[in-house]
Nanobody
Framework: VQLVESGGGLVQAGGSLKLSCAAS????????MGWFRQAPGKDREFVAA????????DYADSVRGRFTISRDNAKLTTSLEMNSLKSEDTAVYFC?????????????????WGQGTQVTVTS
Protein backbone atom coordinates (compact mmCIF):
# COMPACT_ATOMS: atom_id res chain seq x y z
CA VAL A 1 0.00 0.00 0.00
CA GLN A 2 1.28 3.42 -0.89
CA LEU A 3 -0.03 6.98 -0.73
CA VAL A 4 2.25 9.61 -2.19
CA GLU A 5 1.47 13.30 -1.82
CA SER A 6 2.81 16.00 -4.12
CA GLY A 7 2.22 19.64 -4.90
CA GLY A 8 3.30 21.28 -1.69
CA GLY A 9 5.51 24.34 -1.67
CA LEU A 10 5.94 27.94 -0.71
CA VAL A 11 3.18 30.42 -1.54
CA GLN A 12 2.22 33.92 -0.52
CA ALA A 13 -0.89 34.59 1.52
CA GLY A 14 -3.89 34.81 -0.75
CA GLY A 15 -2.38 32.42 -3.24
CA SER A 16 -3.32 28.91 -4.29
CA LEU A 17 -1.87 25.42 -4.34
CA LYS A 18 -3.20 22.07 -5.47
CA LEU A 19 -2.08 18.96 -3.64
CA SER A 20 -2.34 15.52 -5.17
CA CYS A 21 -2.17 12.05 -3.67
CA ALA A 22 -1.45 8.96 -5.75
CA ALA A 23 -2.66 5.66 -4.33
CA SER A 24 -1.58 2.11 -5.02
CA UNK A 25 -1.82 -1.33 -3.47
CA UNK A 26 -5.43 -1.30 -2.31
CA UNK A 27 -8.94 -1.05 -3.72
CA UNK A 28 -9.03 2.71 -4.04
CA UNK A 29 -12.71 2.93 -4.98
CA UNK A 30 -13.68 1.08 -1.79
CA UNK A 31 -12.12 3.74 0.42
CA UNK A 32 -13.07 7.19 1.55
CA MET A 33 -10.14 9.58 1.29
CA GLY A 34 -9.15 12.32 3.66
CA TRP A 35 -6.67 15.12 4.02
CA PHE A 36 -5.14 16.06 7.35
CA ARG A 37 -2.50 18.58 8.32
CA GLN A 38 -0.02 19.05 11.12
CA ALA A 39 1.58 22.35 12.01
CA PRO A 40 4.73 22.50 14.16
CA GLY A 41 3.93 21.79 17.79
CA LYS A 42 0.30 20.95 17.07
CA ASP A 43 -1.73 17.80 16.69
CA ARG A 44 -2.62 16.43 13.30
CA GLU A 45 -6.01 17.81 12.37
CA PHE A 46 -8.74 16.95 9.92
CA VAL A 47 -8.99 19.10 6.80
CA ALA A 48 -11.34 17.42 4.32
CA ALA A 49 -12.75 14.06 3.29
CA UNK A 50 -14.59 12.56 0.34
CA UNK A 51 -16.61 9.38 -0.07
CA UNK A 52 -15.58 6.58 -2.40
CA UNK A 53 -17.96 7.80 -5.11
CA UNK A 54 -17.26 11.51 -4.57
CA UNK A 55 -20.93 12.15 -3.82
CA UNK A 56 -20.28 13.55 -0.34
CA UNK A 57 -17.55 15.77 1.05
CA ASP A 58 -16.78 17.18 4.48
CA TYR A 59 -14.57 20.08 5.47
CA ALA A 60 -13.14 21.54 8.62
CA ASP A 61 -14.71 24.90 9.39
CA SER A 62 -11.34 26.58 9.02
CA VAL A 63 -11.05 25.63 5.33
CA ARG A 64 -14.66 25.41 4.14
CA GLY A 65 -15.21 27.67 1.17
CA ARG A 66 -11.47 27.91 0.43
CA PHE A 67 -10.44 24.27 -0.09
CA THR A 68 -11.95 21.69 -2.42
CA ILE A 69 -11.36 17.95 -2.21
CA SER A 70 -11.83 15.74 -5.24
CA ARG A 71 -10.90 12.28 -6.49
CA ASP A 72 -10.46 10.38 -9.72
CA ASN A 73 -11.05 6.67 -9.20
CA ALA A 74 -9.81 5.85 -12.69
CA LYS A 75 -6.46 7.50 -11.95
CA LEU A 76 -6.34 6.40 -8.29
CA THR A 77 -5.78 9.95 -7.14
CA THR A 78 -7.28 12.42 -4.72
CA SER A 79 -6.60 16.15 -4.76
CA LEU A 80 -6.95 19.13 -2.48
CA GLU A 81 -7.27 22.48 -4.16
CA MET A 82 -6.41 25.26 -1.74
CA ASN A 83 -7.33 28.88 -2.45
CA SER A 84 -7.08 32.10 -0.46
CA LEU A 85 -4.30 30.58 1.59
CA LYS A 86 -3.49 32.04 4.97
CA SER A 87 -0.37 31.83 7.10
CA GLU A 88 -2.27 29.56 9.50
CA ASP A 89 -2.61 26.99 6.71
CA THR A 90 1.14 26.35 6.97
CA ALA A 91 1.58 22.68 7.83
CA VAL A 92 2.55 19.29 6.54
CA TYR A 93 -0.43 17.90 4.65
CA PHE A 94 -1.19 14.19 4.65
CA CYS A 95 -3.63 12.15 2.62
CA UNK A 96 -5.21 9.10 4.19
CA UNK A 97 -7.53 6.25 3.23
CA UNK A 98 -10.44 4.86 5.21
CA UNK A 99 -12.29 1.67 4.30
CA UNK A 100 -16.04 1.92 4.01
CA UNK A 101 -18.70 4.30 2.86
CA UNK A 102 -18.82 6.84 5.67
CA UNK A 103 -16.79 9.98 6.17
CA UNK A 104 -14.92 10.35 9.40
CA UNK A 105 -12.89 13.14 10.93
CA UNK A 106 -10.86 11.17 13.43
CA UNK A 107 -7.34 10.08 12.59
CA UNK A 108 -7.93 6.66 14.09
CA UNK A 109 -10.47 5.89 11.40
CA UNK A 110 -7.89 5.90 8.61
CA UNK A 111 -5.88 2.79 7.82
CA UNK A 112 -3.35 4.14 5.34
CA TRP A 113 -1.32 7.34 5.37
CA GLY A 114 1.08 9.12 3.10
CA GLN A 115 4.35 10.69 4.16
CA GLY A 116 3.10 14.23 3.81
CA THR A 117 3.95 17.31 1.78
CA GLN A 118 4.96 20.67 3.23
CA VAL A 119 2.84 23.74 2.57
CA THR A 120 4.28 27.06 3.70
CA VAL A 121 2.26 30.25 3.37
CA THR A 122 4.15 33.49 3.79
CA SER A 123 2.48 36.72 4.81
Amino acid sequence: VQLVESGGGLVQAGGSLKLSCAASGFSFDAYAMGWFRQAPGKDREFVAAITWNAHTTDYADSVRGRFTISRDNAKLTTSLEMNSLKSEDTAVYFCAARAGIYLYRGREGYAYWGQGTQVTVTS
